[in-house]
């Protein structure tokens, strides 16, 4: 979870410095698309900002109001920041539609420079940040590497609109504002498909992946264990809490019975170190 904070914070250090680069070279170089993508650089650093401020408030440890933790500030997180996108996207896609029936003047050459910069420096913040991401299962650390791949991408539709601009001449001037719409386009998709994991998150939907049969199969591993009926999962930050169903035989004594709900539980914990707590239930399994 630090690790991710640290991210985040290294994220918007580097927006910084890029959006006010773009924006500057924007308004320098008379190209719309380079300033709407310098703003959709400036609203990732608020971005980061929230996944910063909720991976240190998921980082908590539980308390007596939260036994739970706080990891639900991370998905929580992920949303706003999701939800931010897409009200940037219909803002940004609104003043291009503008821009394109007002007179232009073409765009500066030296702004296809600029973007060349971005686009790498943004490719590998993103595979940097998605690994990372990918490694620890948060959603909020994607949720941040996504937004770098969005700022690569809407950079690579300012360099086609600029230099198209560039070349078709008068005719053409245009162009650069119709790249920022198809910039927003690809803006806002990015933000809509961010915000469906952080949503299923906060609704606890079960995991994907193996998760479930590795908790399973650890859970069989036990002396006594005859079978595993209920098996549920919801994952808080990035740790997950289990509550169990185990059969054993019937016949054996509630201390005989504890004593293999630990077993279980450590068993489980052992199998997935991402595994905070495990709630077991024992049932007499039928023989």
Request: some cysteine; overall charge neutral; proline content about 4%.
């Amino acid at each position: 979870m630090q690790t991710g904070a640290r991210v985040a914070l290294a994220g918007m250090i580097v927006n910084v410095v890029l959006a006010a680069a773009k924006i500057t070279a924007g308004f320098l170089g008379n190209s719309y698309v380079l300033i709407a993508d310098g703003i959709e650089s400036a609203l990732d650093i608020a971005g980061s900002a929230v996944i910063w401020g909720g991976l240190k408030f998921a980082s908590r440890p539980p308390d007596a109001t939260h036994p739970y933790g706080h990891g639900k500030a991370e998905p929580l997180a992920a949303g706003i920041v999701a939800v931010g996108v897409i009200l940037a996207a219909i803002g940004l896609a609104i003043q291009s539609a503008r821009e394109i029936f007002l007179p232009h003047h073409a765009p500066a050459p030296f702004t296809l420079i600029v973007l060349v910069v971005v686009v790498i420096v943004k490719e590998f913040l993103y595979r940097s940040v998605i690994r990372l991401g990918k490694n620890t299962e948060s959603t909020a650390v994607q949720t941040d590497a996504w937004h770098h791949r969005a700022d690569a991408m809407t950079s690579i539709a300012a360099f086609i609109g600029i230099s198209i601009a560039l070349i078709g001449g008068e005719r053409w001037q245009s162009a650069d504002a119709w790249a920022a719409l198809f910039a927003c386009a690809i803006i806002a998709a990015n933000g809509w498909r961010l915000l469906f994991p952080a949503l299923h998150e906060m609704l606890d939907t079960a995991p994907r992946g193996e998760i479930v049969a590795t908790i399973r199969k650890a859970a069989l591993t036990v002396p006594g264990v005859f079978d595993v009926e209920k098996c549920f999962v919801r994952k808080m930050g990035l740790y997950f809490y289990v509550d169990l169903h185990v059969g054993v035989d019937g016949g054996i004594s509630v201390r005989d019975g504890h004593d293999i709900a630990h077993q279980v539980k450590d068993a489980i914990k052992t199998a997935d170190s991402r595994i905070a707590d495990v709630l077991v239930h024992i049932e007499p399994a039928p023989l």
